[in-house]
C-alpha cells in the first residue's frame, strides 16, 4: 500500500513538471509570436525638401558641436511630434507637426553626460544623453517636450496660456550603444512623453515618431563622419526580461520539486527494503 501511495505521489509531481513546463514552452511559443505583429506607422514619409547634407531628401540631419568644434552629437531621422489634447468643446484631438530640415540647434558636451535642445515653431525638444557607471555605454535617459498651449497647432484648445513640459518617465534607458557606435535603427521608434508634474493641468500627451533613426553621442569628431552601426533589435524596441525569468523560476521550482519527490520516493522504498529484508 506504502509504495503504491508513493508511486501516485510521484506520478502527481511529474506531472504537475511536466504541465509547468508546457506552459514554458507557450510563453516562449507566444513571445516569439509577438515580434512578427505588423508595425502599423502613423504617417509614410514627410513632404521631401532641398537639403544641404548628403542624406537622403526624406530624412533630416542634425549636429551638435562642442566648444571645440568637434562633432559631439548626431541625429539623423524623419521625425515627427504628435500631440493628444482636447478643444474647448470636450472633444480629444491631436495636433501635428514634422521636425523640420532647418533647426534651433544648441547644448552641451562633458565628458559622462550631454544635451541636444531642438527648436521649431513654438516647440523644443531636449534629449539627454548618459554613460554607463563603467562608460562602455552610452543612452539616452530622458526625452522632453516644452511648449505653450498657445500655439497655434493647437485648435479651440481647452486650456490656452499654459507653459507645458511633458517628458519621458524617471529612469529611462533607451537606445543602449557601446560608445563610439552609432545607433541605427530603419523600423520606426515611437518614443511617448506626458507630465511629470502631479500639477499639470494640460492634460496633454505627446508621441515622437521617429523612422529610420542614426543617433551618436559622444563622438568628438571634426566631421560628419558616423562610427560603426549598432543596429536595434528586429521589433526595434528592447526585449522585457521580466516574463522569462519568472517563467525560468517557476520551470525551477518544477524541478526541485521532481527531485525531492524522487528523493522521497526513493528513500521509503529502500527503507521498506530494509524493513522486508530484517523480518
Excluded at 90 to 116: H, L, N, Y
Excluded at 159 to 168: A, I, N, W
Aim: contains cysteine; charged residues 20%.
Amino acid at each position: 500500500m506504502d509504495r503504491l501511495k508513493m508511486n501516485n505521489f510521484l506520478e502527481l509531481v511529474l506531472l504537475f513538471a511536466i504541465i509547468l513546463g508546457t506552459q514554458f514552452s507557450s510563453a516562449l511559443q507566444l513571445e516569439g509570436l509577438s515580434t512578427k505583429k505588423p508595425r502599423i506607422t502613423k504617417y509614410t514619409m514627410k513632404p521631401t525638401s532641398a537639403s544641404a547634407t548628403s542624406v537622403p531628401s526624406s530624412l533630416s540631419l542634425y549636429r551638435l558641436n562642442g566648444t571645440s568644434g568637434a562633432t559631439c552629437i548626431l541625429i539623423q531621422t524623419d521625425g515627427l511630434l504628435s500631440i493628444q489634447y482636447r478643444d474647448k468643446y470636450g472633444e480629444d484631438k491631436e495636433a501635428d507637426t514634422f521636425m523640420p530640415d532647418q533647426m534651433d540647434i544648441s547644448g552641451e558636451c562633458w565628458e559622462d553626460e550631454s544635451r541636444v535642445s531642438l527648436g521649431w515653431k513654438g516647440f523644443v525638444l531636449n534629449i539627454y544623453f548618459s554613460k554607463t557607471p563603467g562608460g562602455e555605454r552610452w543612452y539616452v535617459n530622458n526625452v522632453e517636450l516644452i511648449y505653450s498651449s498657445n500655439n497655434k497647432i493647437f485648435e479651440h484648445v481647452d486650456r490656452p496660456g499654459l507653459d507645458v513640459k511633458l517628458s519621458t518617465p524617471p529612469g529611462t534607458l533607451l537606445f543602449p550603444t557601446p560608445v563610439g557606435k552609432s545607433y541605427t535603427c530603419e523600423q520606426e521608434v515611437i518614443i511617448t512623453m506626458f507630465a511629470q508634474d502631479e500639477n499639470d493641468k494640460s492634460g496633454h500627451l505627446a508621441k515622437l515618431y521617429l523612422r529610420e533613426l542614426r543617433m551618436q553621442s559622444f563622438m568628438y569628431k571634426s566631421s560628419n563622419t558616423w562610427g560603426p552601426t549598432f543596429q536595434c533589435s528586429a521589433t526595434g524596441t528592447y526585449r522585457d526580461e521580466t516574463a522569462p525569468i519568472a517563467v525560468g523560476s517557476t520551470l525551477a521550482v518544477a524541478t526541485v520539486c521532481t527531485v525531492v519527490g524522487y528523493g522521497l520516493w526513493r528513500y521509503f522504498k529502500v527503507k521498506k527494503f530494509q524493513y522486508g529484508t530484517m523480518a
